[in-house]
């Protein structure tokens, strides 16, 4: 089942957030679409207002509309603090869109509300009262990610023994979260399934996240690549969105690129830094096509992700320099020390 896509409304106490839900809730599910709605309630869905807000987005028609924080959930329709990807996997299944109060952190695209109007992720703004306007929006927001995403799959390498590190790389957490987490919920709703290719983390990903071990152990990350191209190619899929667990700072502005960038007629479209020759293999969308000259690399030992790319003329997004540090991975504890002391 296609993971549905997240937008975020974010904005200060009392500017207006759960009322243009309301509204956008009527005016969208009006026009067929089936829409869940999701309150972030900072200090815990058993306060009152979280239960209020929830009913009232309910009322509006979210199916269903769900308050989460750190002491639970609050669910009106048919721990840990849970993420807007957790939430939707476990409760809005077959919904076209969750709409998400709050979680300005996260990485879902987001409409923000002040006292000027609403800002849209796109740096569309409109009128305090334009709602039909933003239900507009939304809706072709919607139809550009479903297209954009449309039959790819996104999966994490975690399969490497990373042995420079000394410890589990799958295991990574970075500004007190866990890599893995971080970018499943970078993944969600951009890509119609999330899975994790290689050994079997553990506590690494959320439990909506799909896995799957390598089917060539030892053969690097182009083992894993093969490992999620069957996946893909099991699932009725045409591509799958690599990204290795080693690559704490890759963000969704990234993924859209590439997404946005890719060409469905190469093998593979992958990232590349600027004034660089070499396209970044994990971060990248290897088309099935790519599975069969794959194969016959893997039985021939050439294991270079980086040389595989060069063979079938991978296509290249270039990526603009202020992004470049999303692509940075961390192979050892200086690097992670380096990292962390960057920001």
């Not at 815990?44 to 924080?69: E, I, M």
């Not at 000027?116 to 009128?127: H, K, L, Q, Y």
């Not at 071990?213 to 990350?221: E, I, K």
Request: with cysteine; charged share 25%; net charge neutral.
């Amino acid at each position: 089942m296609r993971a549905p896509a997240i937008l975020c409304v974010t904005g200060e106490s009392g500017s207006g957030k759960t009322t243009l839900l309301e509204a956008l809730l009527g005016a969208l599910t009006a026009s067929g679409l089936r829409v869940a709605a999701i309150k972030h309630a900072a200090c815990g869905p058993a306060a009152g207002a979280a239960g209020k807000d929830s009913r009232r987005l309910a009322a509006a028609g979210a199916r269903p509309a769900v308050a989460a924080g750190p002491g639970g959930l609050v669910v009106e329709g048919p721990s840990e603090e849970m993420s807007p990807a957790e939430v939707a996997a476990g409760l809005c299944g077959g919904c076209d869109l969750v709409l998400a109060e709050g979680y300005k952190h996260s990485p879902h695209e987001k409409l923000r509300v002040g006292p000027d109007g609403v800002s849209a992720a796109d740096g569309t703004g409109f009128a305090p009262q334009d709602h039909d306007a933003v239900a507009a929006w939304v809706r072709r927001w919607l139809q550009r990610r479903r297209k954009r995403g449309e039959g790819v799959i996104g999966a994490i390498l975690a399969g490497g023994r990373s042995r420079r590190m000394g410890f589990d790389k799958a295991s990574l957490r970075v500004d007190g979260r866990g890599v893995l987490a971080r970018l499943a919920e970078t993944l969600a709703g951009r890509v119609e399934e999330v899975w994790v290719i290689g050994r079997a983390p553990g506590g690494g990903p959320p439990g909506w996240v799909r896995r799957r071990l390598d089917r060539r152990p030892d053969c690097g990350p182009l083992g894993g690549i093969e490992t999620a191209l069957h996946a893909a190619a099991g699932g009725g899929h045409a591509a799958a969105l690599v990204v290795a667990c080693d690559m704490p700072r890759l963000g969704p502005e990234a993924v859209d690129l590439l997404l946005v960038g890719r060409d469905r007629t190469a093998a593979a479209t992958a990232l590349r830094l600027p004034g660089t020759e070499a396209a970044e293999p994990l971060a990248a969308v290897y088309e099935v096509a790519a599975l069969e000259p794959l194969r016959r690399a893997l039985d021939e030992g050439r294991l270079s992700a980086t040389a595989f790319l060069a063979r079938v003329e991978a296509a290249a997004v270039e990526v603009p320099p202020d992004m470049a540090g999303q692509l940075a991975n961390v192979n050892t504890p200086e690097d992670l020390e380096g990292l962390q002391a960057g920001g």
